[in-house]
DNA sequence: CCTTCATGTA
């Protein structure tokens, strides 16, 4: 349960007083001004964004009106000046308003506006008659600025003595519980808010039940926030995003598709905007579709939003993970302007292709345009780099982030370092990054360390990183499953059992393999089992009539990740039963001859899977585009593009 | 006075 806490009370932060450099600087001067015309002359320059001649004219100003600091406090919030804004509130104060509740609330707002959270708290806290104004005006800055658990704070502390919340509070209130920090199970604390917003009368309400909807969405309950969308009595686009943005969120691409569908056909009142584009494109990205992406960038062009930058990040990143990094790149030539995003989409977009001298040219074009790279745009290049196997490019790199650019590495850089040294086969020097780490090595670089092992084969190292991934993530069937990848290879079969009763005991499965394609907008998945695919034995005819004539030249199923004692006839069965080599039978027979066939993958490619499409590219002459969860793998004439390093 | 969105790693 929360434990009340008594609020902090904040230091006076504001300079000191300050005195007016102006010949114009007291009140009491003998200018001769008319009062009333005084109060009327700042106000207009206010409304004409001239805050400095404004704050000089003020001190003439014998009865300065609320409505006259109102839009004084305005233009500061318009003009990002601090110190202006620091200037009002010492003459709000001087002049004694200070204790209005509604200039309180303006200037809390203003100083969250300047991100100056400190003295919006010293605001609230000098105000002894809190309105609900001010209450909501402080748990808003609070959570805006990031302080979550300060805002929840107040926000228990306003219900113990008895000030009535409203549905203006609850939609930061939420926003609080995502951004706080206490190690409290942070879900109950939004059913326990979720419970005040029902007993208050507000979960109709279209902003206070958007705001639920997108909260359950941060903590990955989809089903709650499902809950409350279908019961809300109205929606608006905002609702109908933060819905669909949910799913796309949390791993669930159909049904935000599905959603989006339901949004154009069923409503009158709600057209998707920007936002809503953002979200659907997205999730057109995870599933690889290539078809439902291009319906939707139609879609853009149709309601003019492809002018939005938000939007054409998000269309090159799209077009990147649908495999078509063609159209991704036309679309970024032709951005009138391009932020970090643009840059980092692009430099990812080369990466997840396997082309990394590329990506690297990118990034440096970047530089040379005066953008200056973030923490993500290294994550971006050093993990083009792994792919392609840049050690040198790589290290280079991690060390003029920290040095030119000052971004201190984060757990996913060491990851992507530990990665491009491992996968290389530098084993020692990925184990002695992590040593080196100067943060605690999350499940990312433990897990990246244990891909490496898989590769290379080694088992003492990943015995020591599945000591702590079993530690940090005891629910994460993966690091089993290589680890028991890993014994197979090194044929320790006692050892390879007992991982996988551990698993069991664990009640952990194993994530199925699934495989789809896109055939004329219509999207045919496959699972390893699948006896619903009406194609479903000509498919398997088709694999064992190629399998055959594959054997003839030369070709050895690998069967090594099979797991069960099986003899290597029924092992062989299993593997030409996974559901990539499936996708490509049905991609053989389903479309015409010429054409690409795109498969996307839910896991990494096995190499069996690998070597069997390699010799399909060539055998049937066909270009064939897979995509697992690491990157391409462009099969062309028996070749693959990763050049076997994946 | 309030609500939705974009880039990355394993």
Redesign the pocket.
């Known amino acids: 349960m929360w434990a009340f806490q008594s609020p902090r009370t904040f230091q006076l932060p504001l300079l000191p007083k300050q005195s007016f450099q102006t010949p114009l600087s007291s009140k009491h001067s003998s200018v001769s001004l008319q009062s009333s015309n005084i109060n009327q002359i700042v106000q207009s320059l206010c409304r004409q964004g001239n805050l400095k001649q404004a704050l000089q004219i003020l001190p003439n100003e014998p009865n300065p009106t609320q409505h006259t600091y109102e839009l004084l406090i305005l233009s500061c919030s318009r003009r990002k000046s601090l110190s202006d804004a620091i200037t009002v509130h010492r003459q709000i104060v001087d002049d004694g308003f200070d204790q209005d509740p509604f200039l309180a609330?303006k200037l809390i707002?203003m100083y969250s506006d300047l991100d100056s959270i400190e003295n919006a708290r010293y605001v609230f806290d000098k105000t002894h008659n809190k309105t609900?104004?001010v209450w909501?005006?402080i748990i808003?800055a609070l959570a805006?600025a990031g302080q979550g658990d300060e805002a929840l704070s107040l926000y228990y502390w306003m219900n113990q003595i008895g000030v009535p919340s409203?549905?203006?509070?609850?939609?930061?209130v939420?926003?609080a519980c995502?951004t706080s920090s206490l190690p409290v199970s942070l879900l109950r604390r939004v059913q326990e808010i979720h419970a005040h917003i029902v007993r208050h009368g507000l979960e109709s309400?279209?902003?206070?039940?958007?705001?639920l909807?997108?909260a359950y969405?941060?903590f990955g309950c989809v089903s709650y926030a499902c809950r409350v969308f279908d019961e809300m009595p109205e929606r608006?686009?905002?609702?109908?995003?933060?819905m669909?943005?949910?799913y796309?969120?949390n791993g669930r691409s159909f049904e935000a598709l599905d959603l989006f569908h339901e949004m154009m056909t069923r409503t009158h009142d709600a057209i998707p905007?920007?936002?809503?584009?953002?979200?659907v494109?997205?999730a057109c990205?995870?599933i690889a579709s290539l078809g439902q992406g291009k319906l939707m960038h139609g879609y853009v062009l149709r309601r003019g939003l492809d002018s939005?930058?938000?939007?054409?990040?998000?269309l090159?990143?799209m077009y990147?993970?649908c495999g078509s990094l063609k159209i991704g790149r036309h679309i970024f030539d032709r951005m009138g302007k391009r932020?970090?995003?643009?840059?980092?989409?692009m430099?990812?977009?080369y990466?997840?292709h396997g082309y990394g001298e590329e990506a690297i040219q990118v990034f440096n074009q970047m530089i040379t345009t005066g953008i200056s790279p973030?923490?993500?745009?290294f994550?971006?290049v050093?993990?083009?780099c792994?792919?392609v196997g840049l050690v040198n490019e790589g290290k280079r790199l991690f060390q003029s982030m920290i040095q030119e650019y000052r971004i201190f590495p984060?757990?996913?850089?060491y990851?992507?370092m530990?990665?491009i040294l491992g996968?290389a086969g530098h084993l020692d020097e990925a184990a002695k990054v992590v040593e080196d780490m100067r943060i605690e090595p999350?499940?990312?670089?433990w897990?990246?360390?244990?891909?490496?092992c898989r590769i290379h084969c080694n088992v003492e190292l990943a015995e020591r990183a599945c000591l702590r991934l079993f530690e940090l993530e005891p629910k994460n069937a993966?690091n089993y499953v290589l680890l028991a990848d890993i014994y197979a290879e090194a044929k320790m079969w006692e050892e390879m059992n007992k991982v996988k009763k551990l698993l069991e005991a664990k009640g952990l499965q194993k994530v199925p393999g699934c495989s789809w394609i896109e055939i004329k907008k219509k999207i045919y998945a496959f699972m390893s089992v699948d006896e619903l695919n009406p194609q479903i034995e000509q498919l398997h005819a088709l694999l064992v009539q190629l399998s055959a004539e594959m054997k003839d030249r030369g070709y050895i199923p690998d069967t090594k990740v099979v797991l069960y004692e099986l003899d290597q006839t029924e092992k062989e069965q299993i593997i030409l039963g996974h559901s990539e080599k499936l996708a490509v039978a049905f991609g053989l027979i389903n479309s015409n001859y010429g054409e690409t066939i795109r498969i996307t993958k839910n896991l990494r490619l096995c190499e069996d899977c690998h070597s069997v499409t390699k010799f399909i590219s060539k055998f049937a002459n066909r270009e064939i585009l897979v995509r697992d969860?690491?990157?391409f793998h462009h099969f062309k004439d028996g070749v693959c593009s990763c050049g076997d390093y994946w």
């Open positions: 609330t707002n609900i104004f909501n005006a808003r805006l409203d549905r203006f509070t609850y939609p930061y939420l926003k995502v309400h279209v902003h206070v039940a958007t705001t909807v997108d969405a941060k608006n686009v905002v609702s109908w995003s933060a669909i943005a949910c796309a969120k905007n920007s936002v809503t584009m953002v979200s494109l997205q990205a995870s939005i930058l938000t939007v054409i990040n998000a090159v990143s990147a993970k932020d970090v995003v643009s840059w980092n989409s430099i990812s977009g990466g997840i973030n923490s993500i745009t994550v971006s050093l993990g083009a792994s792919h984060s757990a996913e850089h990851a992507c530990v990665d996968r999350g499940p990312t670089v897990g990246s360390l244990l891909g490496a993966g969860v690491n990157r």
